[in-house]
């Protein structure tokens, strides 16, 4: 095998590390492939700069060349419960259990924080994120309906769910 070729085959790994003000533009694009109503980098930076918000980025380790971010996490914590802001992995990665690594990080660290329980919303129309919520023991504790807007206008019921972690 060539040295193209086995970089061509080559299994990406990855690294969870906490996010900074520096991946603020990358999380934005990221988030903009992801979401109908995309979060500038203005936001993630606001959001990132105050104390009970906190977020991880996955970075690829074993690349020659620089990547698009394949993926991050944005929470924040105010007494004793956390809530999951915004999460995204690219869409060539999805099941390939970076969300899992992300959202393990992010529970992680709300539980060094002090974290009782952790919150978040979810369309109800995004079968893949319902199932990685479900394997992280997150129930669904209530429902905005009307919440999501897509591209079209159409909308779509929010599901809020919950998991202890204490």
């Known amino acids: ?14 690294e969870i590390i906490a996010m900074d003000s520096d991946d603020c ?3 934005a694009t990221l988030h903009g492939e992801r979401f109908a109503q ?4 203005g936001e993630f930076y606001s959001l990132l700069s105050q104390n009970n918000v906190f977020g991880f980025v996955a ?7 620089k990547k698009p971010l394949p993926g991050f996490v944005l929470a924040r914590q105010a ?12 869409a060539k990665l999805a099941r390939a259990g970076l ?4 959202m393990q990080a992010a529970i992680r660290e709300a539980q060094a924080r002090g974290g009782e329980s952790m919150f978040l919303e979810v369309d ?19 429902e905005r309906r009307g919440y999501y807007k897509d591209a ?8 809020v769910m919950k998991r202890v972690l204490r």
């Open 1 to 14: 095998m060539t040295m193209l070729e086995s970089y061509l085959t080559l299994k990406p790994e990855f």
């Open 25 to 27: 533009r990358a999380v």
């Open 38 to 41: 995309p979060w500038g980098d």
């Open 59 to 65: 970075r690829q380790t074993n690349a020659f060349l």
């Open 79 to 90: 007494a004793g419960e956390a809530e999951i802001l915004t999460i995204a992995v690219q």
């Open 99 to 102: 969300g899992w690594r992300l």
């Open 124 to 142: 109800n129309g995004n079968a893949a994120a319902l199932g990685l919520y479900r394997k992280l023991s997150f129930d669904q504790v209530g």
């Open 152 to 159: 079209n206008g159409a909308t779509s019921t929010a599901l």
